[in-house]
């Protein structure tokens, strides 16, 4: 079965190139043109991916994002954001509400469908394992059962955040670069935003609650898990 990919966006120029760039590529694609009509898809459909306009009628692509985020059947829905680039603000709230990536129009359609398999193959991969646990103080990683417990408790995380941590608890004790780990995390080659690895690092330490100290800032260069 391909994968399916469900794209909400309320110009049909944008809805027919994605489209057409994503069967070619081998996904089976629905479409949506509202906010209302992206959620009922959603439920409908159970795609593996949802590329989400932030400026859609009847609802925005941010209230879109924070229902299906907020419900647990569809929280784990990995959701890749389409933005302008005059919507950092809306962009970075995105990333905070839980969205794997985003795609700033105009875009390469080559690109897009990169990001996408990139969320796929995060979203479905298990992390490398070198045993079946990672443990730091508190911070206990199931590689298995791809689960978080912080003090006993387990703790949802995203896979992109899952795997920043699992990253950063394997290399603890090294200072990792934003460049790196938009490599090994996201797997881009090139330098985009760096501010997708301060967001989502934000988001690790907003988690981790008392344990978010053991993730220390390098300033100027990356982070690091201390030892």
Same mark, same amino acid.
């Given at each position: 079965?391909?994968?399916?990919?469900?794209?909400?966006?309320?110009?049909?120029?944008?809805?027919?190139?994605?489209?057409?760039?994503?069967?070619?590529?081998?996904?089976?694609?629905?479409?949506?043109?509202?906010?209302?009509?992206?959620?009922?898809?959603?439920?409908?459909?159970?795609?593996?991916?949802?590329?989400?306009?932030?400026?859609?009628?009847?609802?925005?692509?941010?209230?879109?994002?924070?229902?299906?985020?907020?419900?647990?059947?569809?929280?784990?829905?990995?959701?890749?954001?389409?933005?302008?680039?005059?919507?950092?603000?809306?962009?970075?709230?995105?990333?905070?509400?839980?969205?794997?990536?985003?795609?700033?129009?105009?875009?390469?359609?080559?690109?897009?469908?990169?990001?996408?398999?990139?969320?796929?193959?995060?979203?479905?991969?298990?992390?490398?394992?070198?045993?079946?646990?990672?443990?730091?103080?508190?911070?206990?990683? @199931?590689?298995?059962?791809? &689960?978080?417990? =912080?003090?006993?408790? $387990? %703790? #949802?995380?995203?896979?992109?955040? +899952?795997?920043?941590?699992?990253?950063?608890?394997?290399?603890?004790?090294?200072?990792?670069?934003?460049?790196?780990?938009?490599? @090994?995390?996201?797997?881009? &080659?090139?330098? =985009?935003?760096?501010? $997708? %690895? #301060?967001?989502?690092?934000?988001? +690790?330490?907003?988690?981790?609650?008392?344990?978010?100290?053991?993730?220390?800032?390098?300033?100027?260069?990356?982070?690091?898990?201390?030892?």
């Amino acid at each position: 079965m391909n994968p399916k990919i469900l794209v909400a966006d309320d110009e049909p120029d944008v809805l027919n190139l994605v489209a057409t760039n994503l069967r070619a590529a081998g996904f089976e694609v629905f479409q949506a043109l509202d906010g209302p009509a992206a959620l009922a898809a959603v439920r409908e459909q159970s795609p593996s991916l949802l590329i989400l306009d932030l400026m859609l009628p009847g609802m925005s692509g941010l209230e879109v994002c924070r229902a299906l985020k907020a419900d647990p059947a569809t929280a784990a829905l990995p959701i890749l954001m389409l933005t302008a680039k005059a919507e950092e603000v809306d962009r970075i709230v995105g990333l905070e509400l839980g969205a794997e990536d985003y795609v700033t129009k105009p875009f390469s359609p080559r690109e897009l469908v990169l990001r996408v398999k990139n969320v796929l193959k995060r979203s479905t991969a298990k992390p490398e394992s070198n045993g079946d646990r990672l443990v730091l103080g508190g911070i206990v990683i @199931d590689r298995l059962r791809m &689960e978080v417990t =912080i003090g006993g408790q $387990t %703790v #949802d995380f995203t896979a992109t955040e +899952l795997k920043l941590l699992t990253l950063l608890m394997e290399r603890r004790g090294r200072v990792q670069s934003r460049e790196v780990l938009l490599n @090994d995390v996201w797997g881009y &080659e090139s330098v =985009i935003d760096t501010r $997708t %690895v #301060d967001t989502h690092i934000r988001r +690790l330490r907003e988690k981790l609650g008392d344990a978010a100290d053991c993730i220390e800032t390098v300033r100027g260069f990356g982070y690091r898990i201390a030892e």
